[in-house]
């Protein structure tokens, strides 16, 4: 299962979408997947940057939502303290 | 009979339960949702130096011999050349999220996005603070 994870102060929110299904057009996956772009878009545009995540291998920003990619985690905006 | 005074304080303790109880289960909840994420992202190995030592070294990808050192607990960020402290950094989240998904954060901007991190970090060069004492 490909993950989105979005930080909050409530933890982490998911979202989950089989990318096998969504290759066959299985309509659930579809709807997971449109649902996790439409996060993703609107927490980019809050000023949130995207890292797709790997065991045992560096992050790599994500600029451009990819349904893809296993495991994204949404970072919220930061400034300097 | 109860006195009215220690009625009042009785359902004084009471409503004050009933009102930060929710709030504790949530921030207890969002702790421990944080604590296995970073668990899952980083693997087990680091994860465990991060519980032995209280802070996670993540090497700088632009400069192999630099090391930043996040902290769990709450405090700066630390940048090692080598064995030698140089540079502190403050970058915080504009919303408030658990620890361990700030150690996260750090991480994934370090990572991931280098050069932003350290533009909007308030740095201080800790190499100016003790000058080398030259001669003798």
Known sequence: MA????????????????????????????????????????QRARGATAFVVAPDAPARRLDQFDPAAEHVVLVPRVAGG | ????????????????????????????????????????????????????HGYLEVRSPSRPSQRYRIPRQKGLVTVYDGDKLIMSLCVQPTVRIPGDDTVLMH????EGNEAEYLRIANRRDLTLAAPKRHGK
């Not at chain 1, 299904?21 to 449109?34: F, S, T």
């Not at chain 2, 991480?107 to 370090?110: N, P, Q, T, V």
């Open chain 1, 3 to 42: 993950k989105l994870r979005i930080l909050s102060s409530a933890g982490d929110s998911i979202v989950e979408w089989d990318a096998a299904r969504v290759q066959q057009g299985d309509p659930d996956a579809l709807a997971a997947v449109r649902e996790a772009e439409r996060i993703f878009a609107e």
């Open chain 2, 1 to 52: 009979m109860i006195e009215p005074a220690t009625f009042l304080l009785a359902i004084g303790i009471i409503l004050g339960v009933l009102v930060l109880l929710p709030r504790v289960v949530r921030w207890w909840a969002a702790q421990r949702r944080a604590a296995a994420l970073l668990r899952e992202v980083l693997g087990e190995a680091a994860y465990r130096q991060l519980d032995q």
């Open chain 2, 107 to 110: 991480k994934l901007l370090i």
